[in-house]
């Protein structure tokens, strides 16, 4: 094995979806320094790409120096105060997660859960609400990696507003594959990773507040316990103000370039076409796993990533080898409850296309015979 | 300005340093998936180097998933527990940020301060030790950015160890590029970044703990605040064990295959040949200030980063928005209480080179007239 030459593979798993070639060009770009205007101008409309993708008007929307899991902990971290109580819907890994996260940041967390695969209802948490209204926030996963199921967000904003909790969002699985609409969905803070339906290496996490979510920061008593993470210094270098940048941390430069690429090969193609594209995918990938007698685990999958049961008598990690091996195609195998069950082929950004579809379903023929 | 296509600046400010086309081109190579063969074999390959790197023979050596500064904070939430007491030795901006990480980790802080510009000495570390026996750990900067101050450690784990308390060092600009012997020196855990004497782009921040360390870490009776940072999961994917490796969170892929490239070219220039080469450019780079007039802040400069006073009359920003723009040379603004009154020139990994030393002499007296 030669790791000075990484291999050129599929990748069809639950991310890093596959890096279209002029996205790795720009990666390898000369380094600016993190104060150069030239990378300031190129921070500046990466942001407002991200704006633009996750369909928001938030001026506070930059990409933290991390992977999607620092995502999550920026928005606990700076919208959470010890003692505060908070509403997470668990029906997956990320759910629970995401409990555990606000847990360590002093919460106590009131679960609303439901079986794998399945999705939590408005109506649970609506009760959830009633029983814990001093909840400060909801949080809730748009697409559970772990299952593979697509939750739907539209009204629960109504719900959650109606209390005086702010809705909490991971959209890293969704962002860019899927509808998401951060503002008309009255989402109050989100977070993504680059690395699935972007189609960017992984190393940042794309995040986003809205005005009720900085309210709340502004209205916080303690510090945030990240230093790292706390969005009073990052909103000073990322939106700068009447003194002009404040240098906080040194950003991942190179990453940065990779990002406003990747954003600017998602609105080429327009984001509405490209969420109709991974749709579209899916279905074909679906049809083609019926014709094979392959089930999907979640009531209501994703289009970015297909959570399936493994075939009776099929051999888990031997067949994700084999396609590693023979077609270097990447899937992934089953997370948390679902190891030994499920895998998880993922049709995200520059993956999702027409070749790949048909290639796996062949590959998953051939090697399931 | 086109922000496309990033201008090749010459980096001499106090990080990123300049990056060498080898690494730039290994960032750009296909993106692999974080649980494949080949990069689990890079990802060990990188570790091995750093301990080379680090001079130690610590397992836990691994690159954080986020800047140096993540790097404080991941030694800071792991080694913590609320109600700590711990003493944090300040002579500048970046001791400064340690002791306030460290108060948020739930630490009493006690400072060990020195004026900006100097350094620590080993009687008021064992001062603070006779005045604070209950102190967990000692944390000091061993090159500290915004002075250029250089820090010596020969010695002080003896008086650390003596009270059964943590040696921890910030070598944020002095790995790679000033002697480091985390083993020999007793050092218990170290953080570092890329983007310095590495000469790869910022992103990742490469750690070590100790034997002693982990003890501290073992016996926690009480979850790190941070999930993100966890050292007791993230061993398991860099260390992996019985189970194999654990999946933790998507490692930044192309940002580790930059590492792994940088590493491998300090250790095909020797690590030896490497420091005593930074010094070298630190008296040509001395020596020709001194003929201009211009002096250093620091008692005991770093070479890596030189901290030198803004020459009477001399235009601050204009100086160094001439040298950006007529050059293309990067050098840093003062930092903190030197805002206005300091320039940092690093010289740094691939910047340290006679070429860039006589070009930024030769700018400056230029831009100077």
């Given at each position: 094995m030669n790791t000075q030459h990484p291999a050129e593979r599929i990748l069809l798993g639950p991310g890093p979806s596959p890096v279209p070639a002029r996205v790795l060009r720009a990666l390898g770009?000369?380094?600016?320094?993190?104060?150069?205007?030239?990378?300031?101008?190129i921070m500046d409309e990466t942001c407002a790409m991200l704006r633009q993708v996750f369909q928001t008007q938030n001026a506070l929307t930059f990409p933290v120096s991390?992977?999607?899991?620092?995502?999550?902990?920026?928005?606990?971290?700076?919208?959470?105060?010890?003692?505060?109580?908070?509403?997470?819907?668990?029906?997956?890994?990320f759910g629970g997660r995401m409990a555990d996260v606000m847990e360590r940041c002093g919460a106590t967390v009131h679960l609303v859960e439901a079986p794998w695969g399945e999705v939590i209802t408005p109506d649970q948490i609506a009760g959830a609400l009633d029983?814990?209204?001093?909840?400060?926030?909801?949080?809730?996963?748009?697409?559970?990696?772990?299952?593979?199921?697509?939750?739907?967000?539209?009204?629960?904003?109504?719900l959650v507003h109606a209390k005086g909790a702010l809705l909490l969002v991971d959209a890293v699985t969704s962002l860019g594959g899927h509808e998401l609409r951060m503002d008309d969905w009255g989402i109050d803070a989100i977070y993504s990773g680059t690395q699935k339906c972007l189609s960017?290496?992984?190393?940042?996490?794309?995040?986003?507040?809205?005005?009720?979510?900085?309210?709340?920061?502004?209205?916080?008593?303690?510090k945030p316990q990240s230093w790292y993470l706390d969005v009073s210094m990052l909103r000073k270098?990322?939106?700068?103000?009447?003194?002009?940048?404040?240098?906080?941390?040194?950003?991942?430069i190179n990453m940065t370039y990779a990002l406003h690429e990747a954003l600017t090969i998602v609105l080429e193609e327009g984001l509405d076409v490209r969420i109709q594209r991974h749709a579209k995918m899916h279905q074909r990938l679906r049809a083609?796993?019926?014709?094979?007698?392959?089930?999907?685990?979640?009531?209501?999958?994703?289009h970015s990533l297909n959570c399936i049961g493994i075939?009776?008598?099929?051999?888990?990690?031997?067949?994700?080898k084999r396609l590693l091996e023979e077609y270097g195609i990447e899937i992934g195998a089953g997370l948390g409850v679902m190891a030994g069950k499920a895998w998880r082929i993922g049709l995200m950004g520059h993956g999702a296309t027409l070749r790949n579809v048909d290639l796996v379903l062949t590959a998953l023929r051939e090697v399931l015979k």
């Open positions: 770009a000369p380094t600016l320094g993190h104060l150069d205007p030239q990378y300031i101008a991390g992977t999607g899991m620092a995502g999550m902990e920026c928005l606990a971290v700076n919208l959470i105060e010890p003692g505060d109580e908070v509403i997470v819907c668990v029906n997956g890994v029983r814990f209204p001093k909840s400060k926030l909801v949080g809730i996963v748009h697409a559970e990696t772990s299952t593979g199921a697509h939750q739907p967000l539209e009204g629960l904003a109504d960017c290496p992984p190393g940042l996490a794309p995040v986003s507040f809205g005005p009720r979510a900085l309210e709340v920061m502004d209205a916080r008593k303690t270098y990322y939106l700068g103000g009447g003194g002009g940048r404040v240098y906080h941390h040194t950003a991942p083609g796993l019926d014709e094979m007698g392959i089930r999907y685990i979640p009531v209501r999958s994703l075939p009776d008598g099929a051999d888990d990690a031997g067949t994700r």
